[in-house]
Nanobody, 127 residues
Framework: QMQLVESGGGLVQAGDSLRLSCAASGRTFSSTAMGWFRRAPGKEREFVAAIDWSGARTSYLDSVKGRFTISRDNAKNTVYLQMNSLKPEDTAVYYC????????????????????WGQGTQVTVSS
């Protein structure tokens, strides 16, 4: 079992930055791939970024490449999403999720592959 708690969301203006955090419970965090997803009003949930257990492999949604960075601190059982140059279209509820794939496996972008989910944190970007 793993519990995930997101924090760091808020209301910002276009061009601003935010850093989301996701604190995980459970001893398996350091061997678990992690991902961030988002759901905008009236839209389907979409993949944003993922990171493997070591932090060496990452994957991003094309529209956030160069603006968002996913990272992790296994000593703190925490995964982060640094979001820079935010745009109104980034407005959504952001969720972190855990994918218990084997070490060395390629990180995945499909929500149904993830095993555990947080409750979400709202990010609102005004123009």
């Amino acid at each position: 079992q793993m519990q995930l708690v997101e924090s760091g969301g808020g209301l910002v203006q276009a061009g601003d930055s935010l850093r989301l955090s996701c604190a995980a419970s459970g001893r398996t965090f350091s061997s678990t791939a992690m991902g961030w997803f988002r759901r905008a009003p009236g839209k389907e949930r979409e993949f944003v970024a993922a990171i493997d257990w070591s932090g060496a492999r990452t994957s991003y949604l094309d529209s956030v490449k160069g603006r968002f960075t996913i990272s992790r601190d296994n000593a703190k059982n925490t995964v982060y999403l640094q979001m820079n140059s935010l745009k109104p279209e980034d407005t959504a509820v952001y969720y972190c999720a855990a994918d218990q794939i084997p070490r060395g496996a390629v990180v995945r972008a499909r929500a149904s592959d993830y095993d555990y989910w947080g409750q979400g944190t709202q990010v609102t970007v005004s123009s």
